[in-house]
């Protein structure tokens, strides 16, 4: 076999190793073996840092978006991150450019992180998919259940004391509840020895600015949780 033909079936066979308990990585460094817990779901050998798992995964077509895509979407911030943001998955501009919420919900995103003392340097960024659906549809839920191994060894490589959904969607991938957001959000949701905030998309304020005030709460009992954890320390 040549050609592209060639090339995506070595890529399937690749990432269809990284799931198989038969199967092992190929070599990775001693720190793979980390005592770390690792989450339900996620690899069962962890890889020894984001950008190893990034180079591991970042040619993926186990599922339809694969060939369809620009730009794989692993995640962006910082891998020692104590808050990590789950969106959705990537729309135009983070398919073009292969960082997450770089378009208009992103700006959106950082000003409200701005605006409780916090930016991208701080904190980790990801989606509950790392391709962009066609036409930003909805999520399929073949595609949630092959990209969701990825999202949970991220979450595994990073063990961040604080997650952040942003929507119902990252919510019910994560969570696996459909109770309305305005049941979610508001409360520390605790997960795995990690607690959970769920708040609105931002592309949802974009749409409701008059809600807005809604993910400002949200923020600011964020920015209360981040400063328990870190006596309250400067962020950067
Ligand atoms: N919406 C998302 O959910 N994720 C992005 O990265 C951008 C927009």
């Known amino acids: ?26 070599p990775a460094a001693p720190a793979a073996e980390t005592e770390l817990p690792v989450l339900p779901g996620a690899l069962k050998s962890l890889p020894a840092s984001l950008d190893e798992f990034e180079r591991q995964i970042s040619d993926c077509t186990r599922c339809p978006l694969g060939p369809t895509r620009t730009k794989f979407v692993f995640g962006v911030g910082n891998p020692a991150a104590r808050i990590v943001f789950i969106g959705e998955a990537p729309g135009h501009d983070e398919d073009i450019k292969g960082i997450p919420f770089v378009g208009r919900a992103g700006q959106l995103l ?9 930016d991208r340097r701080v904190v980790y960024i990801c989606n509950v998919l790392k391709c ?10 073949v595609e949630v259940a092959t ?6 060894t991220q979450l595994s490589i990073i063990r961040p004391p604080i ?10 991938v994560l969570l696996g509840t459909d109770a309305p957001m305005k049941e979610l959000r508001g409360r520390v949701l605790p997960w795995h020895d990690t607690q959970v905030l ?9 749409r409701n600015a008059s809600h807005q005030y809604l993910g400002d709460q949200d923020f600011r009992l964020l920015r209360k949780l981040y400063d328990e954890i870190t006596g309250g320390a400067a962020p950067y």
């Open 198 to 206: 769920v708040t609105y998309h931002p592309a949802y304020f974009l």
């Open 132 to 141: 962009r659906p066609p036409a930003n549809r909805d999520p399929e839920p």
């Open 147 to 152: 990209c969701k191994p990825y999202l949970l």
């Open 110 to 118: 950082d000003q409200m992180l701005a605006a409780v003392g916090l």
């Open 163 to 172: 997650i952040v959904c942003l929507g119902r969607h990252a919510a019910s």
């Open 1 to 26: 076999m040549s050609g592209e033909a060639g090339r995506l079936a070595r890529s399937y066979f690749k990432n269809l190793e990284l799931f198989e308990d038969s199967l092992v990585l190929p």
